[in-house]
């Protein structure tokens, strides 16, 4: 069979940018896999407690992240995870209960106090429908009700959800994410970014670096190789903010 070679230098140029485009492909971020949860890493009682610092590198207060085993109205088993954050005199809780297996919310409790004044919002989940009564500092009340997809999970309890993904290398995944104090509800890309080792209070971990991505904010966060993955590190996207692990307690 006779084979066709051009002399013109411009039938090369032609093919330049679907060699690009081929290789953009071949060398560009891994598909994102089915959302897909293990079994869940923690135990009743789990405790992690990280130090704060703001975007200037200054220390601006403490996180804890605690959980612990409950059960619905039904007497089907929950996990309950509860974020404070203590910072300058202010203080922030928030709880959310979350299913035992899939770790969709039921509910979740936010309360913001400083010297002078107390906000809240109560979040009630209910197969994509989501009740909001909201209590302002001026102790307003309004009530809203929001749609979302089903298979969200709440934006605070991401640090902590993504302990119990299948993390490994190139592993990549979508999360829809609810943020009730805001009513605002994102698509986020999670990816393995690398894996760096750790320096913390326990000693030397090993940790895979999973980036969340909302499109227009990019979160990190360090999780350990090893069971149960603690929560080593976690870098706030949009605030810049840096939460470095300081204690960690398995259980009782």
Partial sequence: MARFRSTNPLDVLRWLPVFAIFLFAACGSPKP??????????????????????????????????????VNDQDEPLWVIQRTITSGGNQESITVKIDEKGFR???????????????????????????????????????QRAQIPSDARETVTLPILVRALPLTRNYATQINAYLPLAN??????????????????????????????????????????????QLLKYVEGRTQTTFDLQTYQAGP
Avoid: C
């Fill in 33 to 70: 896999a089915a959302l897909v949860f293990n079994p869940a890493p923690w135990q009743d009682g789990e405790q992690h407690v990280l130090a704060i610092t703001d975007r200037e590198g200054k220390p601006a207060g403490q996180l804890e992240f605690s959980i612990s085993a409950g």
């Fill in 105 to 143: 919310p039921r509910a979740s409790y936010l309360e913001r106090t400083d010297a002078n004044s107390v906000e809240s919002v109560d979040a009630q989940y209910n197969n994509g429908q989501v009740d909001l009564t909201l209590n302002t500092k001026q102790n307003v009340m309004t009530v």
């Fill in 184 to 229: 605002q509800l994102e698509r986020i890309t999670v990816r393995v970014d690398g894996e760096e080792t750790l320096t913390t209070p326990a000693g030397a971990i090993k940790s895979w670096v999973v980036v969340l991505d909302s499109g227009d904010a990019k979160s990190k966060a360090w999780v350990a190789q090893d069971s149960p993955h």
